[in-house]
């Protein structure tokens, strides 16, 4: 089984509809990441949390939000989509001092 | 916060050809820099990182060298293989954050 899992893996939706996008670890790590990717821009830190009570912000977190359920989840909500949240979202998890771990991805479409 | 530029954007080796790619970062405060592939479909995954303490690391075909002074470091590829195709990406630690550089595609011609 994979150590760091998204759900969905695909997503197609509308211009205004809430989303959530959901990250799940095996790892056992503390500190968790969600990025995004876009052609040309590489990969952009959107959220980071390093235990359940911690929160921090990243470079581009206007039109995000996330909650940390329990050490292994870390979930991404996009409360009224846009067209220019289009894109792929990765998530990651990480132990201190040591290196990122990413998930598959998951591909989303906002129309 | 920390700026990391990645050049080329997009670089075509002849199969058992060399291939370079080169990142600077901006803080002198980095002090790790890893190096993911990304293949089609999948997340990026490690394949070799160095720690500001050292100067260079080798790993098989795959090495990496760190110029703190200049703040750049490179990746190298050698005898590539066709396996090698991916998008590559930098990254430099600042604090608790990775910062990123923004990808070269490797195209290794059989």
């Known amino acids: 089984d994979a150590d760091v899992t998204q759900t969905p893996r695909n997503r197609i939706t509308k211009t205004g509809k809430r989303i959530m996008l959901e990250c799940s670890q095996t790892?056992?790590?503390?500190?968790m990441y969600w990025y995004r990717q876009d052609p040309g821009l590489g990969l952009r830190l959107i959220y980071y949390?390093?235990?359940?009570?911690?929160?921090n912000k990243g470079e581009i977190s206007d039109g995000y939000s996330v909650s940390r359920q329990a050490q292994a989840k870390f979930s991404l909500s996009l409360e009224s989509a846009i067209p220019n949240q289009t894109a792929l979202y990765f998530c990651?998890?990480?132990?201190?001092?040591?290196?990122?771990?990413f998930g598959p991805g998951t591909r989303l479409l906002v129309l | 916060g920390e700026n990391v530029e990645q050049h080329p954007s997009t670089l075509s080796v002849q199969e058992g050809d060399s291939a370079v790619i080169k990142c600077t970062y901006s803080?002198?405060?980095?002090?790790?820099f890893p190096w993911y592939k990304q293949e089609l479909g999948k997340g990026p995954q490690l394949i070799i990182d160095?720690?500001?303490?050292?100067g260079e690391k080798k790993d098989q075909r795959i090495a990496v060298t760190l110029n703190k002074t200049a703040k750049h470091f490179s990746l190298h590829i050698t005898e590539t293989q066709p396996e090698d195709s991916a998008v590559y990406f930098c990254?430099?630690?600042?604090?608790?954050?990775?910062?990123f550089g923004t990808g070269t595609s490797l195209t290794v011609i059989p």
């Open positions: 790892k056992g790590h503390d500190r």
């Open positions: 990254a430099a630690t600042y604090g608790n954050q990775f910062y």
């Open positions: 949390s390093f235990d359940v009570k911690d929160i």
């Open positions: 160095i720690r500001s303490n050292v």
């Open positions: 990651a998890t990480r132990a201190e001092g040591e290196t990122q771990y």
């Open positions: 803080d002198s405060a980095s002090n790790y």
